[in-house]
């Protein structure tokens, strides 16, 4: 199966730092999804990567995948107390990262 | 709100029970999947069906079983249930393979 690793497991940083999480996997990606959870609650789908080289923004939430498809990185801009929670990187078929808490001090 | 739907939320019960749990998905959505979510094991996907039709497996055990139903909601069943078993059981939904999977609020089991 494909395992996805990320890092740090958990992080805090001051409102207003960027912060970046990494997910690296041990095969090619044919795509790779970004969720955010609340702890104990759904996953909130955040960004879908498919192509080498790829980048997509949504406000302050940058998700890259490199170009050999094999590691993905998601980069927060001027954190807020709302960026606060569980961020996971998914395969399809169907692999999960164990996920990177973030914390914002305010 | 993803549009998924879970029932029920909570789920109490004992070791060696049977239970039910269940999905409707988004609308026009045709696949759905099922996850488990523990503290040691992280998510863990169980497995895929695709307009009625197993179309993936991942760590599911024997004592589990899944099916989706023309109308396209999903059961999950749980039998022999063991302590282990606790955990939070999502389902989520996605048009195809290939578009991203909106995740339902998730059923929490407690096995006592």
């Known amino acids: 199966s494909q395992e996805l690793e990320q890092s740090p497991q958990s992080l805090i940083v001051q409102e207003g730092k960027n912060l970046t999480i990494n997910c690296t996997s041990s095969?090619?990606?044919?795509?790779l999804y970004w969720y955010k959870q609340k702890y104990g609650e759904g996953l909130i789908f955040l960004m879908m990567?498919?192509?080498?080289?790829e980048e997509k923004s949504h406000e302050k939430i940058t998700a890259k995948l490199d170009e050999k498809k094999q590691q993905s990185s998601l980069h927060i801009t001027a954190s807020q107390p709302s960026h606060a929670g569980i961020y996971l990187c998914?395969?399809?078929?169907?692999?999960f990262g164990a996920g990177t808490t973030v914390t914002v001090r305010a | 709100d993803s549009g998924v739907t879970q029932t029920p939320k909570h789920l109490i019960t004992a070791t060696g029970q049977r239970v039910t749990l269940r999905c409707s998905p988004r609308?026009?959505?045709?696949?759905v999947y099922w996850y488990q979510q523990s503290l040691d094991q992280g998510l863990q996907f169980l497995i895929q069906?695709?307009?009625?039709?197993?179309?993936a497996k991942g760590n599911i055990l024997e004592r589990f079983s899944a099916q989706q139903f023309p109308d396209l909601h999903s059961e999950l069943n749980l039998s022999s249930l063991e302590l282990g078993d606790s955990a939070l059981y999502f389902c989520?939904?996605?048009?195809?393979?290939?578009?991203?999977?909106?995740f339902g609020p998730g059923t929490r089991l407690t096995v006592l």
């Open positions: 989520a939904s996605s048009v195809s393979d290939h578009n991203e999977q909106f």
């Open positions: 095969k090619t990606l044919y795509g």
């Open positions: 990567l498919q192509k080498g080289g």
């Open positions: 998914g395969a399809p078929k169907l692999s």
């Open positions: 609308s026009g959505d045709l696949s």
């Open positions: 069906y695709y307009n009625g039709e197993e179309r």
